[in-house]
């Protein structure tokens, strides 16, 4: 009999999220938001400008795409002001300056991104925030991620930019060699959930809630070498191991705080390949001596790692169950 009550909540932490430069895309979402970016300088994120119709706007957007997309992505915000602040210095968002037609913008700076940068950016993402309810005009924000394997270059000079804290700006040679022969990258996901409730093995009467940790390779790379491991805490852990067919990995238990899946030489997660690496187990608890089991909440910290790919950690939690 399936448990009362489940409700599985994924808790995300900041480190879930690819950059920096996405998290901003999606706090920017709102006209608050915008306004509050008047008299913060422009960074490695961001980048701030004014609408002069389509023509005027393609050797500054194509550049502004490549040297986010060259660098670890970033913001376009278009429908802002700027004002320089002096040599070496970053500018500074001084108003609102909005688009008159924010439908018109998006599909005119899209076309402009997909016309203009070569070899051509995956991922670019635009949203339009109206300036007022039921009115055209606003602002346009345009996310564009970190590219990948090849660098991207300016169709309209035929230059690679790249973004520097505040400012975009010629790749050097030595820059322009170093992203040929960089390689796709992998980027693992850990998904925590619900599985099912059982009698526990070997133990009579004795309830167990057991959790699937699943691992998604959402990248374009091979992920070599791939791990991954969660926190140590009362009440959850592994089932006997010589009674089921998980992990898939070799189990390392070396470390007084962690339990970790470490997969071998010979053990790579594909793009797009999705495993089931462990199942892990949350014992019940008897309520009153009655047949009624109960798992408290409990919250699971994973990380993954693999070759190439800092480790990523992510925070789960699952409600409160009774069974049956």
Avoid at 40 to 69: L, N, R, T, Y
Avoid at 212 to 240: C, D, H, I, K, W
Wanted: some cysteine; glycine content about 8%; aromatic content about 8%.
């Amino acid at each position: 009999m399936e448990p009362c009550h489940l409700n599985p909540e994924v808790v995300l932490s900041f480190s879930q999220m690819s950059e920096r430069a996405e998290i901003l895309f999606r706090k920017l979402q709102s006209r608050k938001a915008i306004h509050a970016l008047i008299e913060q300088s422009e960074d490695s994120d961001f980048d701030c400008k004014e609408w002069h119709g389509p023509d005027a706007m393609k050797v500054s957007i194509a550049k502004a795409a490549c040297g986010f997309a060259n660098a670890t992505g970033g913001v376009i915000v278009i429908g802002m002001s700027t004002r320089g602040t002096g040599a070496n210095m970053p500018d500074v968002v001084t108003g609102e300056n909005p688009v008159s037609d924010i439908g018109t913008v998006s599909s005119a700076v899209l076309d402009i991104i997909l016309k203009q940068v070569e070899p051509g950016i995956e991922g670019v993402q635009i949203h339009a925030v109206r300036d007022l309810p039921r009115t055209k005009s606003g602002f346009v924000l345009v996310y564009v991620p970190e590219s990948e394997g090849s660098p991207q270059r300016s169709a309209i000079d035929s230059k690679f930019y790249v973004r520097i804290a505040s400012g975009t700006l010629p790749m050097a040679y030595f820059q322009i060699e170093d992203r040929f022969g960089r390689r796709p990258h992998a980027r693992l996901i850990v998904e925590v959930k619900h599985d099912a409730i059982r009698n526990a093995v070997l133990q009579f009467n004795v309830m167990e809630r057991h959790i699937a940790v699943m691992l998604t390779n959402e990248g374009r790379g091979l992920a070599r070498f791939p791990a991954v491991r969660f926190q140590r805490q009362m009440g959850v852990g592994l089932p006997n191991q010589s009674l089921g067919p998980f992990p898939i990995w070799s189990l390392s238990q070396a470390d007084n705080e962690w339990i970790s899946f470490r997969g071998g030489t010979n053990d790579v997660v594909y793009p797009g390949e999705s495993l089931r690496i462990a199942t892990i187990i949350q014992s019940g608890q008897r309520v009153d001596n009655v047949s009624t089991f109960k798992f408290p909440e409990i919250t699971i910290t994973t990380e993954a790692v693999c070759d190439g790919m800092p480790a990523h950690r992510q925070t789960f939690r699952l409600d409160a169950a009774e069974w049956p």
